[in-house]
């Protein structure tokens, strides 16, 4: 059942938005679904294996959890008609989500739970180049900030609010491009297409001034049928929330560059 609102803005313009529960149905049964294998995986391992880290279970429950409320529920339904709302939930479903699920290294729980010819099918596919190609920074920072460029300035961003299938896809996208810009930065599961620290650093600047300078020009330039306020309000939700973010990445960055350099460190220092 879909409930149809007609929002008249103050410049004259008109956006029909659709605010379905069967759209919010299917963005939420993935990350369900997730959970629960997730939950699966961790009682078989531990059946097997010495205990999983509790704190990467609670990663993913909660990267479940802000996925969830983004595409669901009364958040969700504002962010149809309220900017601010719809810039919240892009911070939660691209960039909280995704970093609290990589903390939560679910390809190395899925090694420690499947049998091993298993294992090698998926180590096989980590390895072709279709996954070296998506966990490129360059790439994954191409199709997370260039495909938040195409939402904003063009009009895409109306047209996802009018089109089920349109609104699906770009959700899915703007938390599968979050993912796997994430997991391209900081390495948390196995990656068999490794870059250094210096190269993923110096690309994920980039990829930071991207996000800023996206979040000043919708502060100054409303997307097609976004009232100013809104624009205003969102665009600073999106430069500082994201900060926040992005600041969590460059420290656990940061952290392991330091642990990875420790050793040549301390050789230097008894030479």
């Known amino acids: 059942m879909n409930i149809l609102n007609h929002i008249h803005h103050s410049d004259g313009a008109h956006i029909e938005h659709t605010v379905g529960i069967l759209p919010q149905l299917l963005l939420v049964l993935p990350f369900v679904l997730g959970l629960v294998l997730y939950i699966l995986a961790v009682v078989f391992s531990n059946k097997k294996h010495k205990t999983?880290?509790?704190?990467?279970?609670?990663?993913?429950?909660?990267?479940?959890?802000?996925?969830?409320?983004?595409?669901?529920?009364?958040l969700a339904i504002r962010a149809h008609t309220d900017f601010t709302a719809h810039m919240f939930?892009?911070?939660?479903?691209?960039?909280?989500?995704?970093?609290?699920?990589?903390l939560a290294a679910p390809m190395t729980l899925m090694f420690r739970t499947v049998n091993v010819p298993l294992a090698r099918r998926f180590s096989k596919l980590l390895k072709s180049?279709?996954?070296?190609?998506?966990?490129?920074?360059?790439?994954?920072?191409?199709l997370n900030i260039g495909g938040l460029w195409?939402?904003?300035?063009?009009?895409?961003?109306?047209?996802?609010?009018?089109?089920?299938?349109?609104?699906?896809?770009?959700?899915?996208?703007?938390f599968a491009a979050g993912y796997l810009f994430t997991i391209s930065m900081?390495?948390?599961?196995?990656?068999?297409?490794?870059?250094?620290?210096?190269?993923?650093?110096?690309?994920?600047?980039?990829?930071?001034?991207?996000?800023g300078i996206l979040s000043k020009f919708?502060?100054?330039?409303?997307?097609?049928?976004?009232?100013?306020?809104?624009?205003?309000?969102?665009?600073?939700?999106?430069?500082?929330?994201?900060?926040?973010?992005?600041?969590?990445?460059?420290?656990?960055?940061?952290?392991?560059?330091?642990?990875?350099?420790?050793?040549?460190?301390?050789?230097?220092?008894?030479?």
């Open 52 to 74: 999983w880290p509790i704190y990467r279970t609670v990663c993913w429950i909660l990267g479940v959890f802000f996925a969830v409320i983004s595409v669901a529920g009364p």
């Open 129 to 142: 180049w279709p996954s070296r190609m998506l966990t490129n920074p360059v790439m994954a920072s191409l």
């Open 218 to 271: 919708i502060y100054g330039n409303p997307p097609n049928g976004v009232p100013a306020d809104q624009a205003e309000l969102g665009g600073m939700v999106m430069y500082y929330g994201g900060d926040i973010i992005d600041v969590m990445i460059i420290f656990i960055l940061c952290m392991q560059w330091f642990k990875s350099a420790r050793p040549r460190i301390k050789i230097a220092i008894n030479q």
């Open 186 to 211: 900081i390495y948390i599961d196995p990656i068999f297409h490794r870059t250094s620290f210096r190269y993923r650093l110096v690309v994920f600047i980039v990829a930071l001034a991207g996000h």
């Open 89 to 102: 939930g892009h911070l939660l479903l691209g960039m909280l989500a995704p970093l609290l699920m990589a």
């Open 150 to 174: 195409i939402l904003y300035t063009t009009d895409l961003y109306s047209l996802m609010h009018q089109y089920i299938l349109l609104h699906l896809l770009i959700h899915f996208h703007v």
